[in-house]
């Protein structure tokens, strides 16, 4: 038996298409009940990227859960250190667009998906051994009413953890490559986006409750959360595009070394 050939890497087309439709979905279709499975799952990224970045820090992180109402908590010793807790707060929204950015670089070159939706699946495993307790710590009142968080996030974000996490398996082991290939590209889209949400506090949206990384990043620096939303609105798109830039340069590049002038693909 003959083996099945793999198919070339998703066209540059292919990719903008999927890039335009998650930008328009970001930003018209956020709070409908179609995106709400990916609003869960970027608020996780954001959430493992204020981990991730407390950690590498020093800082011990003892939970990081999400809520039925798309927010987040991660909760981290503190670290005595204005820079320190500087990078943390921002570790948010910039770790969730670089994490986008690479998987858009890796989208670019990818062949079926299989390999990034399992690596998904592992990340999302991992996040829920090393930091998502069964019973999370009481909130407090002005954290409950900004995030939606309460102490039963613990087992509700080990249940997204769990159905997600099948749903990604199940498309990475039977679905078919453009599927494979579109959810890829859709949840990079998608992670790299997330800060358009808070870039709306600029005009009167999202911003009200005075908790969010916005707002503690203005307690530590005394310039205005829309400041800092727009900052991170900044990086987002940057991080987008030099992720959209290393694969177009790196496709031309194929393309001048290839003899006939096009890519070939055996």
Known sequence: MRPVPEPP????????????????????????????????????????????????????????????????????????????????????????????????????????????????????????VLWVPLLARDPGAAHALATGSSQSDGLFTLGFIAGMGAFLGLVAWKGPVWLRRGLVVWIAALSCLLALQDIKGLFGYGLEVGVSDAHAMAQLTYLPAPFWAAVWMAVSLGAMWLGLSSIVRRRRLVTSRSPVGSLSYR
């Open 9 to 128: 890497p998703m066209s540059t087309r292919a990719l903008l298409v999927c890039l335009v439709l998650a930008a328009a979905a970001s930003l018209f279709l956020w709070q409908t009940v179609w995106l709400y499975p990916f609003r869960l799952l970027v608020t996780l990224m954001h959430e493992s990227g204020h981990a991730l970045t407390a950690w590498a820090l020093g800082s011990h992180v003892s939970s990081v859960t999400i809520s039925p109402a798309t927010g987040g908590l991660t909760y981290h010793t503190l670290t005595g250190s204005l820079w320190k807790e500087l990078l943390i707060a921002s570790g948010g929204y910039v770790g969730s667009s670089v994490a986008g950015a690479l998987l858009l670089v890796a989208a670019g070159r990818m062949r079926s998906g299989r390999a990034l939706l399992w690596g998904l699946v592992v990340w999302m495993v991992g996040v829920a």
